[in-house]
């Protein structure tokens, strides 16, 4: 089993910024792909950014490129999740899944972190 903790939500103003960490605690070896997903009031839960712990390579959806970056510490074995210009609609929970490769499927979840964006 992995373990994922999620922090560092919080409220921010539109056009602000907030770094997002999740530590992976347990199996972490059986696990190379880490992602972000968030979800909306209503909305189904959909996927943000993902990386490989070993190599590196990352994908992000589109409403989110050139906004958020994905990067991790292997040392720490924590993952990051860095939210530029954020806009309202950004509001949501965000969480942190493992799964096996990327990209996909994710087969272990955090409890999510909240991100409100409103002036």
């Known amino acids: 089993q992995v373990q994922l903790a999620e922090s560092g939500g919080g409220l921010v103003q539109p056009g602000g910024s907030l770094r997002l960490s999740c530590a992976a605690s347990?199996?972490?070896?059986?696990?190379?792909?880490m992602g972000w997903f968030r979800q909306a009031p209503g909305k189904e839960r959909k996927f943000v950014a993902g990386?490989?712990?070993?190599?590196?390579?990352?994908y992000y959806a589109d409403s989110v490129k050139g906004r958020f970056t994905i990067s991790r510490e292997n040392a720490k074995e924590t993952v990051y999740l860095q939210l530029n210009s954020l806009k309202p609609e950004d509001t949501a929970v965000y969480y942190c899944?493992?799964?096996?490769?990327?990209?996909?499927?994710?087969?272990?979840w955090g409890q999510g972190t909240q991100v409100t964006v409103s002036s």
């Open positions: 899944a493992a799964g096996s490769n990327l990209p996909g499927p994710y087969d272990h």
């Open positions: 990386i490989s712990w070993k190599s590196g390579i990352t």
């Open positions: 347990g199996r972490t070896f059986s696990r190379d792909a």
